[in-house]
């Protein structure tokens, strides 16, 4: 073989990359591992919830599924009748409160908490956690004692309550938030004469946005259906959508149900996947920025 063909194969990839021959077939991705106990788990926590749509749309007057034909009747009833319209209506002004009291106490708490390592702080992230660690009826129970004694039954007490059970999940979600800032950025600001309350308002929470985003939307999901302590809280003339649904069930069980349950699970989907898709777009408007 002459020179200059040694010096053709030693240039040459030994592995070129590129599309395979003809005679040989393509690489089939493999699945990883962990795929399939996934997809497992997630058929079987969604599919409970997917199989209550059709049975609200169920002709008949008691839960059926496959539904034996199709009816909007119920979902009418839903939107008709007083005791569900205002249970609805209640549901969505202690939801909206919850969710402002709950941003205003927990997002500042998360920032102190993520921003710097200082003495007492897992203590503190202890004591702010204890609503979601303690048995729900516990809670319930410790706070229907504790409001009852203050006259704080109805429509604020339930607020108070849906508040206390809602900062947690603002503060974890702006804490981690938190830590993705670095502090160089707030000590800059301070040099250059920003007060403490400027460098809150436009570094700190511009910088946390997204974790207070999802802090509020979490607050929102929670109060929302929340049912245990809104059982003990709430008294004959304020129901909860949750709680009338409860009463429901109690007395006679027919499709309105499903169809509440369905119009709760479309509610808190859409609030969801609207929070995913506004967090896609700040990342790529981000990217193309960056």
Known sequence: MSAPARSDLAAAPADPVGPPPPGRPARRRRLRPGALPVAVIVILLVLPSLIVVPMSVSPGEILRFPPDGFSLDWYRTLFTEPQWTSAMLNSLQVALATTVLAVLIGAPAGLALGIREWRGRGLLLGLVLTPVVAPPVVVAIGMYTTYAQVELIGRWGLIAAHTVLAVPF?????????????????????????????????????????????????????????????????????KTLPVQMW????????????????????????????????????????????
């Open 170 to 238: 603002v503060v974890v979600t702006v804490m981690s938030a938190a830590r993705q800032i670095d502090p160089t950025w707030l000590d800059a600001a301070r040099s250059l004469g920003a007060s403490p309350l400027r460098v809150a308002l436009t570094v700190l929470v511009p910088l946390a946005g997204k974790g207070i985003a999802s802090g509020a939307l979490f607050a929102f999901i929670t109060s929302w259906d929340e049912v245990v302590v809104s059982l003990y809280l709430t008294d004959p003339g304020f």
């Open 247 to 290: 009463n429901q069930l109690r007395e006679r069980v027919d499709p309105t149900v499903a169809a509440v349950a369905s119009v709760m699970l479309l509610i808190t989907t859409s609030a969801m996947v609207a929070a995913l898709v506004i967090g896609w777009r700040r990342d790529g408007a981000a990217r193309e920025n960056g």
